[in-house]
């Protein structure tokens, strides 16, 4: 299964990655996953997305090769950051990894809960080395801290993909580009 959210917002764009089993969020295991299900953690990041200044949009796969192929993809179609919540394949995924390593924008991982908290094989995280930085622990705010850090490694970076929106009404006179 996978599911495409539609880009919401102004700004460079950051692509957000949900991996498996995500999409069964608000009936999966709310002890440890809540009770929010992905539409609600998009709304969030819809509407802080519009606080920041940049544009957000979404991909919950059940595939690691289609995450894989999604990073990839990432910079080339102007994408500025990602973040990325692997699901289990954090803790197993070299090849999530490499995708990460090889995408060519900061990746933010998140997770919603605290992995190092949970059982030993969590601990273990195998695509985090390659990330910029991880947040887990604190539920669908796991995301928000992700954005937020997304968002400054794009303004620090002043890359490719990191141009702040035109001012409404596009360029004045007599300035140029
Ligand atoms: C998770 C943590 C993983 O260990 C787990 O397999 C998930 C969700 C989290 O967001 O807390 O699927 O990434």
Redesign the pocket.
Known sequence: MSRRFRPAGQGPPVLVLH????GALGR?DPA??GSEDLDGIMARLEKLAGALGVTVEGLQSDHEGELVAELLAARGRGVAAAVL???????TSYALRDAVEAAGIPVVE??????HA?ERW?HRLAVAPAAAGVV??FGPA?YELGLRAATALIRSSGGANSAPPDPPGGLGPGTRR
């Open positions: 991996g498996p089993n995500l999966r440890h996953y919540n692997p699901g289990a394949l954090a803790h998140v997770h919603l809960s605290n992995v949970r969590r887990a622990g796991s």
